[in-house]
């Protein structure tokens, strides 16, 4: 199963739904299994230095598979991998970042958010995933 445009563009109107009714302006980007673009959308307000966060997040979470923040924890001081967040050509190890995934659970590709505080960029993430559906 691939990642269509269909679901691409409902992860992101979902997003974009949760961050309007927290009145947060994000970016949100959706990528493939492979890592590349797939869809990507500013909201009007949004910061622009959070369009390449949005997208580095998206990217970290479909490299391996799990939620930016888990990666982080490989990455604190004392933690299992430290420097890991500079390989790949920088990731983006904070909360935001969500793989998807198929009810197969193969990988679909991930979804990142950027623009609000860690905990809303998470919150607006967890609800275009959420909305996935096949």
Known sequence: MALTSLHA????????????????????????????????????????????????????????????????????????????????GGLVVFAGGIPLFAPDGSLLGAVGVSGGAVAQDREVAEAAVAALSY
């Open 9 to 88: 563009q409902t992860v992101i109107a979902a997003g974009e739904n949760r961050a309007t009714e927290i009145g947060v302006p994000i970016n949100i980007s959706v990528l493939d299994a492979a890592a590349h673009l797939k869809a990507f959308s500013r909201m009007d307000g949004a910061l622009l230095g959070s369009i390449d966060i949005a997208i580095g997040k998206a990217k970290t979470a479909a490299l391996f598979g799990m939620a930016t923040e888990a990666i982080g924890e490989f990455c604190k001081p004392g933690g299992t991998s430290p420097g890991l967040e500079q390989t790949n």
